[in-house]
T-cell receptor, first 119, second 114 residues
Framework: GAVVSQHPSRVICKSGTSVKIECRSL??????MFWYRQFPKKSLMLMAT?????????EQGVEKDKFLINHASLTLSTLTVTSAHPEDSSFYIC???????????????FGEGSRLTVL | GENVEQHPSTLSVQEGDSAVIKCTYS??????FPWYKQELGKGPQLIID?????GEKKDQRIAVTLNKTAKHFSLHITETQPEDSAVYFC?????????????FGEGTQLTVNP
C-alpha cells in the first residue's frame, strides 16, 4: 500500500512555542490531505482539509490562526501549532488522498501520528 | 452531515473465536465504507473496505458485509489471534467526490485473550 510519513512522531515543547508537524506522501501525489486530532480512547476528529495550492478548509470550532496548515506541494502538508498550550497536547494524525495506478480513485492513507506534549 | 455509530465500544473474545463489530450510517449518499485498525500509539491502518455496489467482501480472516437498505455494515474477524487486539474504526464517505472526508465511528477496543 501507499506510504504516508509523518514527522516528528513525538515532540515535547514549552508553553508558548510553536511546533510544526510534517506529513509526506512518499510514493504518490496527494491532491488532498486531512489533519485529525485524537484524544485518548476517542475517535479521530477532523480538524481541516487541505488541497494542494489552496487554503485549508477548517472544521467548525477549529481555530485557523492556531492551527496553521500549508499544503505547498502534492507530497507535503504541514500543521503548525502556534503558541502551544498544555490543552493542545494530543495525538495529531494526517491522512493523504491521491490516485494510485491500479487502485480506485481517492484511496485514503494515514500517517503514523505525532504525539504532542506541551509543558 | 453523515453520522456513523459503532457498537460495541469494547469487545473481548477468546483466541480462535470470531469477533463482529457493527456500524450504522445516516447518509444514504455514502458509498465507501473502510475499516481501520489502530494499534496503541500508531496511526490507523486500512484493513478492508467495501463499496456500495457489493454486499460482501472477504480477505482471509476478515470480511465486511454491507446492507444499503438498512444502512449498516459489519466487520467479521474469524479465528481471532492475540495480535488482532487493537482499536477498530469503521468509517463512511462519498468516495468519488473530490475532497470528501471520512466520518468515523467511535471505535471498538477488541481484546483477544490467549
Amino acid at each position: 500500500g501507499a506510504v504516508v510519513s509523518q514527522h516528528p512522531s513525538r515532540v515535547i515543547c514549552k508553553s508558548g512555542t510553536s511546533v510544526k508537524i510534517e506529513c509526506r506522501s512518499l510514493d504518490f501525489q496527494a491532491t488532498t490531505m486531512f489533519w485529525y486530532r485524537q484524544f485518548p480512547k476517542k475517535s479521530l476528529m477532523l480538524m481541516a482539509t487541505s488541497n494542494e495550492g489552496s487554503k485549508a478548509t477548517y472544521e467548525q470550532g477549529v481555530e485557523k490562526d492556531k492551527f496553521l496548515i500549508n499544503h505547498a506541494s502534492l507530497t507535503l502538508s504541514t500543521l503548525t501549532v502556534t503558541s502551544a498550550h498544555p490543552e493542545d497536547s494530543s495525538f495529531y494524525i494526517c491522512s493523504a488522498r491521491g490516485q494510485l495506478s491500479g487502485r480506485g480513485i481517492g484511496e485514503l492513507f494515514f500517517g503514523e501520528g505525532s504525539r504532542l506534549t506541551v509543558l | 452531515g453523515e453520522n456513523v455509530e459503532q457498537h460495541p465500544s469494547t469487545l473481548s473474545v477468546q483466541e480462535g473465536d470470531s469477533a463482529v463489530i457493527k456500524c450504522t450510517y445516516s447518509d444514504s449518499a455514502s458509498n465507501y465504507f473502510p475499516w481501520y485498525k489502530q494499534e496503541l500509539g500508531k496511526g490507523p491502518q486500512l484493513i478492508i473496505d467495501i463499496r456500495s455496489n457489493v454486499g460482501e467482501k472477504k480477505d482471509q480472516r476478515i470480511a465486511v458485509t454491507l446492507n444499503k437498505t438498512a444502512k449498516h455494515f459489519s466487520l467479521h474477524i474469524t479465528e481471532t489471534q492475540p495480535e488482532d487486539s487493537a482499536v477498530y474504526f469503521c468509517a463512511a464517505s462519498i468516495k468519488e467526490t473530490s475532497g470528501s472526508r471520512l466520518t468515523f465511528g467511535e471505535g471498538t477496543q477488541l481484546t483477544v485473550n490467549p
